[in-house]
Structure formats: C-alpha cells, structure tokens
C-alpha cells in the first residue's frame, strides 16, 4: 500500500481533514483521487440500522484512505432504497437524482484538481451508478465502482464467510459482521435467531422486500462475528490497490 501522509482520525462517519491536510496530500501524488462512500437509509431488520449501508460504505471508504493518499469524501446517506418502502423508516431518491447528485461531485471535484473519482457502493439496490461510471468513462473522465464482484468473492473467501452471496442479501453474515467490528455498539439484540433464506426473488424488483420475507432480513446473520467483520474490510483495502494503479496510470 502507498503512504497516505497526514490524516486526521473520522469524526463518526465524516472525514475530518482540514483544507490544508487535504491540500498537502494532493501535492504528493501525482494524480489526485478522491473516494465517496455512497450507501442507503433502509430497513435491515430489527437488529441493525437504517444507516446499515451507509456505515458499510464508510468502514470500507476508511481502510481505504487508511492505506492510500486518497481524498475522503462524507458519505451519501440516502440513495435508491425502493424495493424496501413497505418498512417505516425507510427514505428514497431516485435513480435520476442519485445519477446526478455523483455527477456533480466528480464535476466539482474535477475544478479543485481531483481528477479521478472511486465510488464506495454499499447498497446493491444503487444498480445507477453503474451507469454513472460507465459514462464519465465514455467521456474520457476517471471514475470507478468499488468494490467490484470479483474484490467481494475475494474478500467473503479470506473473511470465511459461509453463506453464498446468493443467499447472504440483506441484514445477513456479511453486514451483521462488519458492524460488529465497526460499530458493535449499534447492533441491537436478535441477529442470533433472526436467519431467513429466500434465493428464489426473480420477481423482487416488481414485488418489493416484502414479498420475499416479513422481518426485512434474507440471509443469515448468525453467523456474524467481528472478526469476519475486520477480514472482510483488510480484504477490500488489499484488493483497491490495483484499482489505484489503474486510476493513477501513466500521470507519472
């Protein structure tokens, strides 16, 4: 991993960096990349959070800018959450907005000299900025979505995480995990008995959450421990590595 220079610790979710921190990290590198956390505001069952996602894309955003000269952005808090509508507490833009609000980042970030842009995707629902990505590229711009299929098969191996990714959907082994590394003290009592599986949800994108499970979950959070957390995201900042090569390629 590169050095990442000074950095001051997190306020909770938020980078705490003052202009002048930000301002000498850039002028170490010689292509500036900043990383944006985007998650979600939805149900994840009566254990975890609303913010569930959004803590994700966080942990992983931090291991990242723990081990790279990267420009850490605060999260973007709620996204395309709609297939989850039927829980209170629930909150959605849509896809059009979310399209829009990540492209005027990068735009911004563009005009300050943070010429590449990396994604910290943490709810699959996002399926957008996909999209985003694709077409900043299409236009010669330096975007990327993290983590990829291939970093999560990575990582659910070196963590031994044993529920599929199938299977592993929501509120399951994988996010119950990294929040008890992360933040242990926001996982409420009940994952140990709340597993649920349902692998057959063709239809999930016109019927909702709701069709496929009461409680909110599908997965099996039981199998949740802190230390399957810590691997998972060890394995992410390893992985972001050849990522940052490519993003940085040839501005030497």
């Known amino acids: 991993m590169s050095g990442s220079g000074a950095r001051t610790a997190a306020y909770g979710s938020l980078p705490a960096d003052t202009t002048e921190e930000v301002r000498t990290r850039g002028a170490g590198v010689s292509t500036q990349v900043a990383v944006l956390p985007v998650g979600s505001f939805e149900q994840h069952g009566p254990y975890l959070p609303l913010a569930t996602d959004t803590l994700v894309a966080c942990a992983v955003a931090r291991e990242i800018a723990a081990g790279y000269p990267v420009h850490l952005l605060p999260p973007v808090t ?11 507490g ?7 907005t979310l399209h829009a609000v990540v492209k005027d980042i990068a735009d911004s970030l563009r005009r300050s000299g943070v010429e590449a842009l990396v ?3 943490g709810h699959g629902g996002n399926y957008v900025l996909g999209n985003v990505v694709q077409e900043a ?13 291939e970093d999560w098969e990575a990582a659910l191996v070196r963590a031994g995480v044993e529920t599929s990714a199938l299977t592993d959907m929501h ?7 990294i929040l008890l590394h992360a933040h242990p003290e ?13 692998d057959d949800r063709r239809h999930l994108l016109t019927l909702g959450m709701s069709a496929y499970t009461e409680s909110g979950v599908i997965g099996r959070p039981s199998l949740g421990s802190a230390e399957k957390g810590k691997e998972l995201l060890a394995s992410f900042a390893d992985s972001f590595g050849a990522l940052f090569e490519l993003l940085t390629a040839g501005r030497e």
Request: hydrophobic residues 45%; proline residues 6%; negative net charge.
């Open 137 to 149: 590229s299409a236009r010669g711009e330096r975007l990327a979505l993290y983590p990829a299929v």
């Open 186 to 198: 926001l996982v409420r009592p009940g994952y140990e008995s709340a597993d649920f599986t349902a």
């Open 90 to 96: 629930t909150v959605s833009i849509s896809a059009v």
């Open 171 to 177: 509120a399951g082994e994988i996010e119950t995990s």
């Open 78 to 88: 709620v996204s395309c959450s709609h297939e989850h509508a039927a829980w209170p």
């Open 119 to 121: 994604v910290v995707n």
